[in-house]
T-cell receptor, first 113, second 114 residues
Framework: ETGVTQSPTHLIKTRGQQVTLRCSSQ?????VSWYQQALGQGPQFIFQ???????GRGNFPPRFSGLQFPNYSSELNVNALELDDSALYLC????????????FGPGTRLLVL | AQSVTQLGSHVSVSEGALVLLRCNYS??????LFWYVQYPNQGLQLLLK??????LVKGINGFEAEFKKSETSFHLTKPSAHMSDAAEYFC????????????FGAGTRLAVHP
């Protein structure tokens, strides 16, 4: 069984640029959630995708957007990067909605200069 | 709205001593509760979860947590700390609204001294 993978592991961008982060969900999982973890803080929910549809969104602006593909992998796109977007971005997959356990990938560390 | 409070951003114990990491939650409905561990420069690993089946939940690496509804608590314990337990620990509650977003506490950094 393959776990959750994310790419790239690290990324450096400058303010105003755009970035795409990728996530492959665990085998058999159809739900992907994205979280932002700023330094020294707990993860904050960005949004969730269930069977290719956005199924809930946290308190993040529209410049944070996502996609889920038929194979349930997912992308997180961030436009017009700001310095405060520097964080660890975590992807988690789960088998279904409700109280199902979420399994996390190793994360992508984004630095915005 | 659901929320999680972790008391103590830093906890330091000696190797072999009891580990106690505190978590209190706020929820209007019976929650699902989780403890995750994060080692440096890594993602989150599930330690254990509470889903209303039993109030005392056993997890990996010798950790366990007890759900106390009257105290709205879900504290994490381990009888004897090991050096390898040094990490950041996060308590989380499942959100409501038809999808299972996780609401995390701010985390507790556990240091283990020889």
């Amino acid at each position: 069984e393959t776990g959750v993978t994310q790419s790239p592991t690290h990324l450096i961008k400058t303010r105003g640029q755009q970035v795409t982060l990728r996530c492959s969900s665990q085998s058999g999982h159809n739900t992907v959630s994205w979280y932002q973890q700023a330094l020294g803080q707990g993860p904050q929910f960005i949004f969730q995708y269930y069977r290719e549809e956005e199924n809930g969104r946290g308190n993040f602006p529209p410049r944070f957007s996502g996609l889920q593909f038929p194979n349930y992998s997912s992308e997180l796109n961030v436009n017009a990067l700001e310095l405060d977007d520097s964080a660890l971005y975590l992807c988690a997959s789960s088998g279904d909605l409700g109280g199902e356990t979420q399994y996390f990938g190793p994360g992508t560390r984004l630095l915005v200069l | 709205a659901q929320s999680v409070t972790q008391l103590g951003s830093h906890v330091s114990v000696s190797e072999g001593a009891l580990v106690l990491l505190r978590c209190n939650y706020s929820s209007s409905v019976p929650p699902y509760l989780f403890w995750y561990v994060q080692y440096p420069n890594q993602g989150l690993q599930l330690l254990l979860k509470y889903t209303s089946a039993a109030t005392l939940v056993k997890g990996i690496n010798g950790f366990e947590a007890e759900f106390k509804k009257s105290e709205t608590s879900f504290h994490l314990t381990k009888p004897s700390a090991h050096m390898s337990d040094a990490a950041e620990y996060f308590c989380a509650v499942s959100g409501s609204g038809g999808y299972n977003k996780l609401i995390f506490g701010a985390g507790t950094r556990l240091a283990v001294h020889p």
